[in-house]
C-alpha cells in the first residue's frame, strides 16, 4: 500500500521535486517580470501622475532607510514611517528591501525608476507569488505534480493577479497574510491548539496591515460552532478558546501597528 502511494503521489521526494519546480517558476516569473516594473516611475513626480497612492507612500519609506545624525536617530526613522493608512508589516518590508538593495544603487535616493521596481519586486509580486504557491498546496497537496504545477500557472497568470504586480501597494502582503490564517487552520483541522492560535496571530497581522483580517470575522465562530457540534469540545471552552482568539488577534494587531500604544499617534492610526 505504501509503495502504491508513492508511485502514485511520488512521495516526499516528489512533493519536494513539485516544490523545487514551482520555486524556479517563481523565480523566472520575477526575473521576467522586474524589466517591466519601473513603467511610469521614471521619477516621483511621474509616480504623482500615474500612481498617486505610490507617490503619497514614496517619501515616507526614503526617510526610513535615511541614516540620521545619531544611531538612535536612524532607528527612529525606520521605526517612525508617519504613514498610518497602513500597518507596519508593508512599510517594515519595504524599507527592508531599500536598506538591503541600497549599497548596490550608485544614486540613491534619486534612481526612483529602480527604487520603485525593487518595491514593486519586493513587496508586491513576491509575497503575491508565495501566497498563490501556498493556496496551490492547501488545494492539491503536490500529490499530483501535473495539477500542481498547472494551478500555480493558472493563479500566476489571473489579470487581477498581473495587474497587482505593477504597483507598490500592501495587497499583495495582506493577501499572503491571509492565506497564512487559512494554512493555520488548515494545519489545525478543528484541533482548536498551537495552529488555531498561530490563526489568530496572522489574522491579527491581516487586521492591521489592511484590515483584511476582518474578512474572517464569521469563519472562527462557525469553526468552533461546528467542533462544539461534533462533540469535540464543550461549550464552555469552545467560548474560553473564542476569547483566545480575540486577545491573540488584538495582540498581533498592536504588534502590526505598535504605535497604537502611544496616545499622540493612536488618533493618526
Known amino acids: ?78 521605526l517612525i514611517y508617519l504613514h498610518y493608512f497602513y500597518g507596519y508589516p508593508f512599510y517594515a518590508l519595504s524599507g527592508a528591501v531599500l536598506l538591503a538593495a541600497k549599497p548596490f544603487i550608485a544614486d540613491f535616493p534619486n534612481a526612483t525608476r529602480i527604487i520603485v521596481s525593487l518595491l514593486r519586486l519586493g513587496v508586491s509580486v513576491i ?25 500555480f500557472l493558472f493563479l500566476l497568470s489571473v489579470p487581477a493577479v498581473l495587474t497587482n504586480h505593477f504597483w507598490w501597494h500592501p495587497d499583495s502582503l495582506s493577501f499572503l497574510f491571509v492565506v497564512g490564517v487559512i494554512w493555520f487552520l488548515d494545519r489545525d483541522a478543528g484541533r482548536i491548539g498551537r495552529f488555531y492560535y498561530g490563526a489568530a496571530a496572522m489574522t491579527g497581522v491581516a487586521i492591521g496591515t489592511k484590515y483584511q483580517g476582518i474578512y474572517f470575522a464569521l469563519t472562527i465562530p462557525l469553526l468552533l460552532f461546528q467542533v462544539v457540534r461534533s462533540g469535540q469540545l464543550p461549550v464552555r471552552k469552545a467560548l474560553l478558546h473564542a476569547l483566545g482568539f480575540v486577545i491573540v488577534m488584538a495582540l498581533f494587531v498592536v504588534i502590526a501597528n505598535p504605535l497604537l500604544l ?8
Open 262 to 269: 502611544l496616545p499622540q499617534k493612536r488618533a493618526k492610526i
Open 127 to 151: 509575497p503575491m507569488i508565495l501566497a498563490l504557491a501556498i493556496l496551490t498546496g492547501l488545494t492539491t497537496r503536490f500529490r499530483s505534480r501535473f495539477r500542481s504545477i498547472a494551478l
Open 1 to 78: 500500500m505504501e509503495r502504491t502511494e508513492e508511485k502514485n503521489f511520488g512521495g516526499v521526494h516528489g512533493i519536494r521535486l513539485t516544490i523545487a519546480l514551482m520555486v524556479m517558476i517563481g523565480i523566472a516569473v520575477s526575473a521576467a517580470l522586474f524589466p517591466l516594473l519601473g513603467r511610469g516611475a521614471a521619477d516621483a513626480e511621474m509616480l504623482a501622475v500615474f500612481e498617486v497612492d505610490e507617490y503619497a507612500q514614496y517619501p515616507h519609506v526614503l526617510r526610513m532607510v535615511t541614516p540620521g545624525a545619531t544611531a538612535l536617530e536612524t532607528v527612529r526613522n525606520f
